[in-house]
Structure formats: structure tokens, C-alpha cells
């Protein structure tokens, strides 16, 4: 992991400091190879001060444990360019530090960036390394795992963890719906207890959201907020699966239906336990990753992460 060499770029003048900085990307996330693109991000922002250190990902878990690394050295940025995955794994290896984050859009979904409105378009994300002011934004805990988006029990999860990654390579969210075709019509609607706040409340199908979209641009919970410390729960207790497709055409619509037509229910609590009632337990992501397994409970941590976003006008 060294930063890549650039003889022929301006440098800043002599005076001024050159600032250290952390570039962690998933070099094969989205639809494509990233590092020729990364090494010239970290040329670029050389010429404009800032020394950027060349850091691809090897595998679930390694982005934290680079942050961590470097932490303990000393930098004053950290970038991440992937999907919000490996997005959410920087962050959470930040939290508790003032060092602020970069996220730059890399992903299928990009979730994170949707929601604090920061471009689409890596170049646009890229200014503001240089331009961007920090925001808190809330870290939760999975048992012990940071996140910072959702944690899901259910089809999805079993979904993301069945996903073969050579198909989400290559084709993207439509690689994604390849595993959804083939697990859909194998998904039983497990019996699952979801307590919030010491109420309990059947479910088949869970998400404990912290953002307000899933999936992409998709609309799962309206009122939820990365600023706060309290997590909105989506509860979809049927086992058709008419219903259960009707459930997700409407979040996918984003006008709310899944709601207003009573297809699901939003309980809002600061402290979430999703447990299975069936003899076996059932798959939780979070934040895109299939890492864990009912019994789990949610809460806040302690702690925010600093996220740079566009400066308002």
C-alpha cells in the first residue's frame, strides 16, 4: 500500500504542507476495475496538497482494519470509494475520530451518498476533499458490528449473502435480482420477534433503518435520519408472496404505499432486537453485508463519524 508516484505534476509551493491522507477503495466494486482511476485521484489531488495513500481492500473487513492502521499514525483525511459496504466498514473504523471522511460513490446501491447529497459522479464527490465540510453523522451497533445505514432479517439478507460476486461485478443490480428470481420463490417467511424498546411485535420480514433509502434511490423510511441515535423500523408481517412483492414495488416507487396501504408497519426505538421463533436462525445484513444471524440488537454507540458533504449555498 504505497502512494503511487507522479513525477511530472506540480507540487504545492514550498511553504505550505502537504497534508496525509488515506485512499481506501474496493478495487472491484460496481462494474468495474478501479485502479487506474484511483491512481489517478491520488495524482490529482497530490498536485492540490493533499498525499493521498494508495489502499485497495483485500476482503470483508480489511477497510476498518487499514483505518485503523493509519489512525494510529497519523492522518488528516480518510477517502472511500466503493459501495456501502465498504464505505460503512471506513466509517466505523473512524468513529470516535474528528479525522473526517471522504465517501466517493463506487458502488451498485451508493446509498450513503444519496443521502447526504453529495454527487453521484465520482469527480463531482472528488471536490470535496478540498471542498467538503463535515457532518455527524450517528454510529449504531449490530451486537458489536458498527453501522451506520440498516440491519435486515430476512429475504434480503439471504439475498446479499447468496449473491455471487462475479455476478454483481458484471452486471450490477441486475446481477443482484439474478439471486432475488431464484431465492424469492424459496423464501418460507420465517416467524420472527422484533422487540423495540421492550414492545414486542411479530414480523416475517424486518429492517432496522437508519437511512432513508434502500436499495438505491428506493424510499423505505421517510422520517428516518443518519443524525440520530434512534432507528426506524420496518415490520412486514405477511406470507404471500403477492403481498410481499407489493411490499417492495411500492417502497421502489418511493410515494409511500407500503405504508399508506398497510402492507408494513414503522415502529421508531433506540433499542432493537430481531430474534427468530423458528428452530433455526436467520440471516441479518448489515449495511449490504450478510454477516450476522438472529439473535441480534441494535442500539447507538457512543460515538459519530465525521462525513464531508457539499458546502450549502
Not at 439471504?158 to 455471487?164: E, F, K, L, P, Q
Not at 426505538?269 to 439473535?295: I, K
Request: proline share 6%.
Amino acid at each position: 500500500m504505497s502512494a503511487a508516484s507522479s513525477p511530472g505534476l506540480p507540487r504545492p509551493s514550498s511553504g505550505a504542507r502537504l497534508k496525509k491522507g488515506l485512499l481506501i477503495y474496493n478495487p472491484t466494486a460496481g462494474q468495474r476495475d478501479r485502479r487506474a482511476q484511483m491512481s489517478a485521484l491520488i495524482d490529482k489531488m497530490r498536485a492540490r496538497g493533499l498525499e493521498l495513500v494508495n489502499a485497495p481492500t483485500q476482503g470483508p473487513g480489511h477497510a476498518t482494519q487499514i483505518v485503523r492502521e493509519f489512525l494510529a499514525r497519523g492522518v488528516d483525511l480518510v477517502a472511500a470509494c466503493g459501495g456501502d459496504g465498504t464505505i460503512s466498514e471506513v466509517a466505523c473504523g473512524l468513529a470516535g475520530s474528528s479525522v473526517p471522511l471522504a465517501a466517493l460513490p463506487g458502488g451498485t446501491s451508493n446509498v450513503l451518498v444519496r443521502e447526504l447529497a453529495i454527487p453521484l459522479d465520482l469527480d463531482g464527490a472528488t471536490e470535496l476533499l478540498s471542498e467538503g465540510v463535515p457532518t455527524s453523522v450517528r454510529v449504531l451497533l449490530a451486537n458489536e458490528r458498527p453501522f451506520l445505514l440498516w440491519a435486515g432479517a430476512g429475504l434480503d439478507a439471504r439475498i446479499m449473502g447468496n449473491t455471487r460476486p462475479t455476478l454483481k461485478r458484471w452486471l450490477g443490480r441486475t446481477g443482484i435480482f439474478v439471486t432475488v428470481a431464484s431465492e424469492f420463490f424459496r423464501y418460507e417467511f420465517p416467524r420472527l420477534e422484533v422487540t423495540v424498546d421492550g414492545a414486542a411485535h411479530p414480523a416475517t420480514f424486518a429492517v432496522v433503518c437508519h437511512a432513508r433509502h434502500y436499495a438505491g434511490d428506493w424510499l423505505i423510511a421517510p422520517d428516518a435520519s443518519l443524525a440520530s441515535d434512534a432507528m426506524d423500523v420496518l415490520l412486514f408481517t405477511g406470507r404471500a408472496r403477492t403481498s410481499f412483492l407489493s411490499l417492495f414495488r411500492q417502497i421502489q416507487l418511493g410515494r409511500l404505499g407500503h405504508i399508506t396501504r398497510g402492507l408494513a408497519e414503522i415502529v421508531r426505538g433506540r433499542v432493537v432486537t430481531l430474534r427468530s421463533l423458528e428452530s433455526y436462525p436467520v440471516e441479518v445484513h448489515v449495511d449490504g453485508d450478510c454477516e450476522l444471524a438472529t439473535p441480534v440488537t441494535c442500539r447507538p454507540a457512543d460515538t459519530t463519524v465525521q462525513i464531508l458533504v457539499p458546502r450549502k449555498s
